[in-house]
């Protein structure tokens, strides 16, 4: 137990020289190997401690909370005799923040085989387990964060193998976590340039004037007003899709109209445009079956290029919400052009 308070103190000298921010959330998964200490409380012959090689899949599942799912293999060996343990189990990481050091509480449970033999000896059981624990996360690169947690497990024997019916073991663990996937970063903000100046008007010739170019106007609506969160589907009633088609059935000359999508920078760049290709084209058939031909209709995903604004909020509830409008394909805005008379 000296040794495991000394390597906590250790850890802790470390993380503390990694700058605390609040970070976005990393939706990837990731993998897990990791190096453990072992202490069985002599309950199984042995008073020394034993070490052993673990790996785990873990996956953040919200702001709070990461799931992981692995197993350990422990050894230890005294006068002749080794105690083999291999657990698979399941935890449930509890975190009070997302910044580069993060502490967390812990609660697992599983299956642990143990094997007692040695000299005329051969005991074995296998037997579910459950266990509580703490420990920290501390960001190393974009990609990489060391891992750091002491836990206290209980087993419940089956069988008759060993004298007791209960096993208390107590590990702790250093490990890596390799995220497979980065955060999404913000795309640049494009600057519009300033518009041309207009030309000079030249007076029409008395003769006989041209009729009235058509004009048109360019309409931009909210995804919110169109679809559910993070959603492909077209809610029941669409009356502003409903004036489009029939500006559109008003003038048949219009052609070449585009339906752009555009979403906000949270998630992949490949999910992203997929969803956005999902929603322009959910339109395209909406405005197709109203009517209107498909060969007048063109409908681009674009994914999250083009922000309207930066957000730097820190919790991600107000990055969602102060990145609206940027969203045209997860909560995006579709983009059109209709002839207006």
Sequence with gaps: MKKIALAIALIGA?????????????PSWYIAPNLNYTNTDNRFGLDKDGQGLGLKFGK??????????????????QSGRTLKQNLLNVDGLYFFNREAVRPFLLIGAGAQEDKLSGTNLSKSATSPFIGIGA??????????????????????IQGKEFNFNQAYTTYFTVGLNYFFDKVAKPAPVVKA??????????????????????????????????????SAVLAAAQPKLDEISKSLKDSPSVNNVTISGFTDRL?????NLKLSEK???????????????ASRLNAVGKGESNP??????????????????????EIEQMTFERRVN
Excluded at 60 to 77: C, L, M, S, V, Y
Excluded at 199 to 225: D, G, H, I, Q, R
């Design 193 to 230: 340039e300033p518009a041309p100046a207009p030309a000079p008007v030249v007076e029409p010739t008395p003769v006989a004037p041209p009729p009235p170019a058509p004009k048109f106007e360019k309409y931009t609506l909210s995804a919110t007003e169109l679809f559910a969160f993070d």
């Design 60 to 77: 953040a599942i919200n702001e709070n909370w990461d799931f992981q799912i692995g197993g350990i293999a422990a050894r230890t060996k």
């Design 14 to 26: 470390t993380t503390t020289q990694v700058q605390a921010q609040n970070l976005e959330l990393n």
């Design 135 to 156: 420990g920290v996360q501390a960001n190393l690169t974009e990609q990489l964060a060391l891992q750091a947690d002491i836990r206290r497990n209980r087993a419940q």
């Design 308 to 329: 309207v604004v930066t957000c730097t909020n820190k919790k991600r509830v107000d990055l969602i919400k102060c990145l609206e409008p940027n969203r045209r394909v």
């Design 279 to 293: 929603r322009a084209n959910a339109v395209r058939d909406y405005l197709i079956n109203s009517g209107i031909a």
């Design 267 to 271: 998630g992949s760049d490949k999910y």
